[in-house]
């Protein structure tokens, strides 16, 4: 009994070295080759919804449908079985991805049509970040998300100064305008506001008064300073922050990731980074 249970504890962190550590060499080709087997399968869906391909191959690709989705729901069971706890990563968003990545197969069943939605596959290769130890680049995009969240009272005044100056550059365009030239109301002269300050500029209103251009005009290059406010508040908090080296290590009992390359323990919940299988006193003969 005992030993089957060290064989099982083996197994479990030989398969979660191989499913969730893209720094071995059994990591790295698990993930290409599933990150190459999500490719193929969005393809197969992207395929399908073209009506000559669907009438000449359909058949194959539906077979190969059905065959991705075998393949990602036995996948998706393994994650589960190799981590400590199973609900916790199933709730995750890399979790709730594989799970949706092989539900709307199924649920074709019931729902015709409803398979188109496996593109969201797509979403799975976001685990190339691991594959080609681009942690780096995860941890900048935490440091970036830190930074937003830093700056997000700034960015908040910001925008209510922006909507403030809409509303008042709207309601002066429609009295300078009128309906006549298309600012038939308040809120269609604010919509104008914004796409003009913006820079996005449609063109389907446009001021026709030499007074309505003059302060379109002013608008315009307001619009071009704007824009830099934003950045610049989040360049600042950039500029706080430091940027360390990090591993692709995920922990095996939070699921936590972005740990420095000499860590051994998780800094999130302080469990130990890639735990070797033992038996404990109780299993021991």
Not at 89 to 109: C, E, N, Q, R
Not at 126 to 150: C, D, H, N, P, W
Not at 203 to 219: E, M
Request: a positive charge; proline letters at 4%; glycine letters at 6%.
């Amino acid at each position: 009994m005992n030993i089957r249970r060290l064989d099982f504890r083996g197994i479990q962190h030989a398969l979660y070295d191989i499913i969730f550590e893209a720094d071995t060499r059994a990591g790295k080709w698990f993930d290409v080759i599933l990150i190459v087997s999500i490719v193929s399968s969005v393809l197969v869906v992207m395929l399908d919804s073209v009506a000559s391909y669907n009438e000449s191959y359909g058949y194959y690709l539906y077979g190969m449908e059905w065959g991705f989705t075998l393949l990602f729901t036995a996948e998706y069971i393994l994650r589960l079985s190799c981590v400590k706890k199973p609900v916790k990563y199933a709730a995750s968003f890399l979790g709730v991805v594989d799970l949706l990545a092989i539900l709307p197969t199924y649920v074709s069943m019931l729902v015709p049509g409803s398979q188109y939605l496996i593109v969201i596959r797509v979403l799975r290769v976001l685990r190339v970040f691991r594959v080609f130890k681009l942690a780096t680049y995860i941890g900048e995009a935490s440091i970036l998300i830190q930074a937003m969240k830093a700056s997000r009272r700034k960015i908040t005044i910001f925008l209510m100064t922006i909507l403030t100056l809409v509303i008042i550059f709207g309601s002066l365009m429609y009295l300078i305008e009128g309906s006549q030239n298309g600012f038939s109301s308040i809120p269609r002269s604010i919509y104008w506001a914004i796409v003009t300050m913006t820079t996005v500029g449609y063109g389907d209103i446009s001021p026709k008064t030499n007074l309505g251009q003059a302060l379109a005009s002013v608008i315009m290059i307001l619009g071009y300073a704007i824009i830099a406010v934003p950045t610049g508040i989040v360049t600042a908090e950039l500029s706080l922050s430091s940027l360390k080296k990090v591993t692709t290590q995920v922990c095996p009992e939070c699921l936590a990731h972005g740990h420095d390359t000499d860590a051994v323990f998780c800094k999130f919940c302080s469990e130990r980074l890639n735990p070797e299988p033992s038996l404990s006193p109780q299993e021991a003969p």
